[in-house]
């Protein structure tokens, strides 16, 4: 599991520091982003300037040093703005409306910040419509979940809900499939058929799924690994997961 960054400064309820390259170039790219103010190292400059016409605050290192723990890697790079606005279920699903193939990422109260950012990551490359996590034992956005995600997070729309299990009903009524992913399954992810649109419910990183959400799913499978291996990290098996069903 991934160590969880804790910024030293608070920017209030709805604002956060991005930080890193890819994280704040995203950022300023995304006209969602509402930019309160920028600090970088001079040798950054020029690339912020291709990017926004907001101009930058020219600081040395040990100012953005100051912003974070010792373990953020900040690449010169600091970006106070707002967090971006969450989806609704209805909204995802006005998206599947339009596609005659998809699939959605649950995540059953995973918390490391960093493992959602690398999920968001391999989500936006496998062509993943959205995530879904439940509002409560979520973490909110922040800088660790951005910087993992490379800058993916400014692409992937994100649905906050206060009932999983409701909420995965109400895909299947949408006409999800709905598939669990449990290291004790009889079926493994290769072996499935799969169907045109699914919803994907991976567990937390130590319990798993809760057993009202792997009730409600179709279908549990798991990955196809040696014996040798009891277990990945669930960034790792969302991967391979959000791969499969991009086929």
């Known amino acids: 599991m991934g160590k969880s960054f804790k910024q030293k400064t608070e920017v209030g309820s709805k604002g956060l520091i991005l930080y890193g390259r890819h994280a704040v170039m995203a950022a300023l790219a995304n006209p969602k982003r ?4 920028i ?61 005659e193939k998809c699939h959605i990422l649950i995540l059953d109260q995973v918390t490391d910040p960093q493992n959602i950012g690398a999920i968001i990551r ?9 995530l879904i996590m439940q509002d409560k034992n979520s973490p ?27 909420a995965i009903e109400k895909l299947k ?13 009889k079926t493994t ?16 990183e130590g319990k ?11 279908i549990s499978v798991k990955l196809p690994m040696s014996p040798l291996t009891e277990s990945l990290n669930v960034a790792t098996a969302a991967a391979i997961a959000l791969y499969e069903f991009n086929k």
């Open 39 to 99: 600090l970088c190292v001079k040798e950054n400059v020029d690339e912020i300037r291709k990017v926004t016409k907001i101009a930058p605050q020219v600081v040395e290192k040990k100012e953005i040093d100051k912003l974070f723990s010792s373990d953020a890697v900040h690449q010169g790079f600091a970006l106070f703005c707002n967090r971006l606005p969450d989806y609704t279920l209805d909204d995802i699903l006005d998206m599947a409306d339009e596609k």
């Open 173 to 185: 009524s949408a006409g999800f499939w709905t598939v669990g992913m449990d290291g004790y399954a």
């Open 189 to 204: 992810i290769d072996k499935l058929q799969k169907p045109l649109k699914t919803a994907i419910i991976m567990g937390s």
């Open 34 to 37: 509402q930019v309160a103010k």
């Open 122 to 130: 391999s989500a936006v490359a496998f062509n993943t419509l959205a």
């Open 140 to 166: 909110i956005e922040n800088g660790a979940m951005a910087k993992a995600s490379a800058g993916m997070i400014e692409h992937l729309p994100i649905a906050r809900v206060t009932n999983l299990s409701r």
């Open 208 to 218: 798993g799924m809760r057993r009202l959400v792997e009730e409600n799913c179709d």
